[in-house]
Each structure stands twice: as structure tokens, then as C-alpha cells.
């Protein structure tokens, strides 16, 4: 019964996940290649966020000066 339950769980998880892709998929012209793009975008912000990078994170803006 557990096993079950356990099954029901991921099988929940994994519909959660892939959800907005098949919905892109079917209603859209072309979605494919959107849901396949939204993929791609979404894995690489999730990739950079894991390593800890920001928008600025090559940049030092401590001694910086404005001039206007």
C-alpha cells in the first residue's frame, strides 16, 4: 500500500512538473519549439542560480563613483 502511495506521490510530482509544457504544447501553433525553449531558459536560470550567480556578479561596484 505504501508503494502505492509512494508511486501516486512522484507520478504527482512529475505532472506538477512537465504540466506547463504540454499545456504550451497543445494549445499553442508552434509550441513545441516554445515549450522546448521555456525548457531550455528555465534549466540554464535554474543552473546559474544553483552556483550562486547573480545579474552582477562579475562586477564590483564598492568603489564606484556616479558622474553626472
Do not use: K, W
Not at 510530482?13 to 494549445?27: H, I, Q
Not at 508552434?30 to 531550455?40: E, K, R
Not at 534549466?43 to 556616479?66: E, K, Q
Amino acid at each position: 500500500m505504501q508503494s502505492v502511495l509512494r508511486s501516486m506521490g512522484v507520478m504527482g510530482e512529475a505532472a506538477r512538473r512537465v504540466g506547463p509544457y504540454l499545456m504550451l504544447e497543445m494549445l499553442l501553433p508552434g509550441g513545441t519549439v516554445l515549450a522546448l525553449l521555456l525548457f531550455l531558459y528555465r534549466r540554464r536560470s535554474a543552473a546559474r542560480l544553483a552556483r550562486g550567480a547573480t545579474l552582477f556578479s562579475h562586477r564590483d561596484f564598492r568603489n564606484s563613483t556616479i558622474a553626472c
